[in-house]
């Protein structure tokens, strides 16, 4: 077997044609981030908005996503791209991550069939240019389990602090990253339980969970808000074959329509080997270079088919979002790469997935830089998928004609909050009305539309109906924005705001 422990250094590996890929790459999506003229979404405006009020927690999300827009836009200004500049700074340093340990584990020829999958997989491709909670976890996961990595292949003290640090900013990110804990621990249960008695194994979860305190700490404080929020997602129904269609489907067109099948059929096959091992038939591996290969397989499965094979049964019953499952997608692409490369017709299926996937980047680039490209019904289903991002630019100029900065602004919708707050000059810090008395965003923690009663108000609402909670409310204004074969109506007013439905013969001021 050639040599694949020469390179030391972690740069070393960059200094290759796969870093030279990534440079490429990432100069690239840069000038496009650049002259991207799509609006933010209203779940980045949101994030922006939770920049401005710092905290160690928020309503649905721990607080590193807000952290990380707060430094970007105070360095580059609050515009569109520097909010979402941070996406491609972690998308391009999880790519590096991921190249590096599969090149110094596997071998190059598995880091760069790595590289160029994961980085032409459209999920993937589209958050590099979509400032969420996602491209930070998917640094934080592919960090975690690189020095999880090193941890089990050299257990000291260093590489299990770096791994519990890795793991407690990724509790900072998202709730997804707990799972880590467990599926490490399930790895070491199973194939290095020496490690369980290791003081410094300890280090790795004490280490993370004290890094996660301040967070905790926060929702102790607010009732556990978070969780009930994460455990509200879960009590969807998913008893629908539109939603199986459209879950499912995307499955294999936003991860791989090769790669997808490739998972699979290797994962099965590939559980018949961990058996094996298990039982002993393969302990002589162990003290040869093929033992630390088998390592690293072995943690990278774990760390992906059992949690995917679980949570793609579970939809079945309950409504998933495909981004919940990027982390163990990652992680995949490590072992299903090295086994597939190693065999002619499977090797074939990688580069036609990997054919097809810069086919999907590239339109993806395509119809965000001009939505309607192509005629007919098709360009409006295209166009339909960024619906998200349009509108708000129209809105606030409309709103802008009539804003007052002496009354409060109050809105109907949290999206319409998020996006006039970034897009209207002013800046404004708006209340979001909460008629059922319930938290249901971080604005009804910020503010509360109590205080607004009996008070003039600007609102802008969804729909063009007369506002049942306005007394004698004056119309300003109405903005219909149509995408694709949707449309989005929004309607603004003036008036006096009062909590509840008050029927406005019955209301005198």
């Known amino acids: ?63 590193m996503v807000a952290w990380v827009i707060y430094v970007s836009s105070n360095l580059l200004g609050s515009t569109e791209w520097a909010v979402r500049l941070p996406a491609l700074l972690f998308n391009t340093f999880t790519l590096a991550l991921g190249y590096v340990m599969t090149s110094r584990f596997l071998g190059f020829s598995t880091g760069r069939i790595f590289l160029f999958t994961l980085a032409f997989t459209p999920i993937f491709w589209i958050y590099s240019f979509v400032m969420t909670i996602d ?71 004490t280490l ?16 556990f808000l978070l969780w009930e929020h ?22 294999l067109i936003l991860f791989g329509v090769f790669f997808v099948p490739l998972f699979f059929e290797l994962g099965f096959r590939f559980f018949k080997l961990i058996r094996l091992y298990l039982k002993g038939a393969l302990r002589e591996l162990k003290e040869r270079e093929e033992g630390t290969i088998l390592k690293v397989l072995f943690c990278s499965y774990i760390f992906s088919f059992p949690p995917l094979f679980f ?47 810069i086919f999907l980047s590239l339109l993806v680039i395509a119809v965000a830089k001009k939505p309607y490209i192509f ?8 166009a339909q998928t960024f619906y998200k991002f349009v509108g708000w630019k129209e809105l606030a100029k409309e709103v802008s004609k009539v804003y007052d900065s002496s009354l409060p602004l109050l809105v109907s919708h949290r999206e319409i909050a998020s996006s006039l707050a970034f897009y209207l000059s002013e800046h404004p810090h708006p209340y979001v009305l909460n008629l059922e008395n319930q938290i249901n965003n971080q604005y009804h923690l910020w503010r509360r539309d109590e205080e607004l009663i009996g008070r003039e108000v600007l609102l802008v609402k969804k729909g063009s109906d007369i506002p049942s909670y306005i007394v004698k409310p004056q119309k300003l204004g109405e903005v219909v924005i149509e995408v694709g074969n949707k449309k989005k109506i929004y309607s603004i007013w003036r008036g006096i705001f009062f909590k509840g439905n008050i029927h406005l013969e019955d209301k005198k001021l």
Request: aromatic letters at 22%; charged letters at 15%; glycine letters at 8%.
């Open 1 to 63: 077997m050639s040599k694949i422990f020469e390179r030391k250094y972690f740069v070393d590996y960059l200094l290759s044609g796969g870093g030279l890929f990534l440079l490429v790459l990432f100069i690239g999506k840069f000038y496009f981030l650049k002259e991207l003229p799509l609006e933010l979404s209203y779940d980045e405006s949101y994030y922006w908005d939770w920049s401005r009020h710092l905290d160690w927690g928020y309503y649905s999300k721990p607080p």
């Open 135 to 205: 491209p930070p976890l998917l640094f934080f996961w592919t960090l975690s389990f690189y020095w999880f990595v090193r941890y089990i292949q050299k257990p000291n003290s260093l590489w299990a602090l770096l791994t519990g640090l890795a793991i407690g900013l990724g509790l900072l990110t998202k709730q997804t990253m707990f799972l880590f804990l467990p599926l490490g621990f399930l790895y070491c249960w199973l194939f290095e339980r020496e490690l369980l008695k290791k003081r410094e194994t300890l280090l790795i979860p």
């Open 208 to 223: 993370s969970l004290l890094v996660y305190l301040p967070n905790f700490l926060w929702n102790v404080k607010r009732d």
């Open 230 to 251: 994460t455990k509200a997602h879960f009590s969807r129904s998913a008893f629908s074959m539109d939603y199986y269609l459209l879950y499912f489907g995307g499955l």
């Open 311 to 357: 949570i793609l049964v579970l939809s079945l019953f309950k409504k998933f979002n495909h981004n919940w499952i990027m982390p163990f997608f990652i992680t995949a692409y490590i072992w299903v790469s090295y086994l597939a490369m190693g065999h002619k017709f499977r090797k074939l299926l990688l580069y036609l997935n990997l054919l097809i996937g």
């Open 375 to 382: 005629p007919g019904e098709g360009g409006k289903i295209l």
